[in-house]
């Protein structure tokens, strides 16, 4: 089968198409024929070991050999069966994540029976169904515990990329007020999306604005003096993108500042991507695909999802 590989954590050269053998599915596992993945920023944080946390999951010096084949979500079709397995059949069109174990950029993965994969959406073609769970599930993870309803008032900063685009939708299917905080032209794609407001942070500031009983910040360019004021006293702040003092710091900065803070790294299980299937099929959500590239172009895709303006997703087709 083709796959893209990486040796060496690096630049977006480093990727390589090579072949590789297909693999079986042992017990318990679903081997899953790919039809299209996502290029997401998880996905160029690993293949350049940023933050160096990375190094630690997935080699020290180089990436592991489990880790070589980068991606983390997939549309695509079930092709084999592992003993013992029931929650799969052979044909059924499937979607979703195998997450940390990544693997993706292949034609073939097999994944264990409870992996985050469900039936794919009826509605939505391969590239746009692989669009949608690396920003869906972030931004679900992190709003789940927070109480919202349809008096609140939400700032999402990086309203256009992958998770602010995910993050806009699930905040306006709970009815609140969102203040979409992107460059000018994005402005139609977030108002699209539901924001009831739009800042052009390059243009407008921030400091301007009332405070907000919610503010998700997904850029990690916002300084910490300026989120403080964001949030209403007991409110709540969402750092999606904080690097590892600000999550060690999270605990201590939400009682000296009196908001509850979250931070950390978003997991899914099957069941919330049974969820995300729903929200699609009833048109609640819809997926925000920039472009979708050939598989032997992923270091220009690479690039570009690095350069940080994505709008929402790029998808990477297979076959
Ligand atoms: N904690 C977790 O588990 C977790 C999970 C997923 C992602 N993340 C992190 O979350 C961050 C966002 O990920 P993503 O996948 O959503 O990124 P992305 O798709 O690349 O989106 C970036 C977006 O940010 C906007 N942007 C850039 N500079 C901005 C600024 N100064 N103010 C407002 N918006 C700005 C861009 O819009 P313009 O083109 O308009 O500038 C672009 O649409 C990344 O750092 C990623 O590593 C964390």
């Known amino acids: 089968m083709k796959a893209i590989e990486f040796r060496k954590y690096g630049p977006p050269e480093v990727l390589k198409v090579v072949e590789k053998n297909k693999p079986a599915p042992g017990p318990g596992e679903v081997l899953i024929k790919i039809h299209a993945t996502a290029i997401n920023s ?83 073609s391969h590239e746009e169904a692989a669009s949608i769970p690396f920003g869906l599930h972030t931004a679900h993870h992190f709003l789940k515990p927070v109480p919202l309803n349809k008096d609140s008032r939400v700032l999402v900063i990086g309203a256009s990329g992958a998770v602010g685009s995910a993050a806009v939708q699930l905040a306006r299917m709970k009815g609140c007020h969102v203040t979409a ?42 300084p910490n003096g300026l989120l403080r004021t964001l949030v209403k006293p007991g409110g709540h702040l969402i750092l999606v993108s904080a690097g590892v003092k600000d999550m060690l710091l999270a ?15 978003a997991s899914v299980k099957a069941e919330d991507m049974e969820l995300f299937r729903t929200m699609i099929e009833s048109g609640e959500y819809k ?33």
């Open 42 to 124: 998880g996905d160029w944080r690993v293949r350049k070991a940023d933050p160096f946390l990375v190094r630690l999951f997935f080699g020290l010096f180089r990436p592991k050999k489990s880790a070589r084949v980068l991606g983390s979500v997939l549309s695509g079709t079930v092709e084999g069966l592992g003993e013992g397995v029931s929650r799969f059949s052979i044909g059924q069109a499937v979607f979703g994540m195998s997450d940390l174990a990544l693997g993706c950029y292949a034609e073939y993965i097999c994944l264990p029976e409870n992996a985050p994969v469900v039936s794919a959406p009826e509605t939505l």
């Open 181 to 222: 905080v992107t460059s000018g032209t994005n402005a139609q794609l977030v108002k699209s999306l539901g924001a009831n407001r739009v800042v052009d942070y390059r243009s407008e500031s921030l400091g301007d604005l009332e405070p907000f009983d919610l503010v998700i910040e997904t850029v990690d360019r916002t």
């Open 251 to 265: 605990s201590l900065r939400a009682r000296r500042w009196g908001v509850s803070i979250y931070t950390g790294v």
């Open 287 to 319: 997926p925000v695909l920039e472009k979708v590239y050939a598989f032997e172009d992923v270091v220009e895709a690479h690039g570009h999802a690095e350069a940080g303006h994505k709008q929402g997703n790029i998808a990477l087709k297979i076959v």
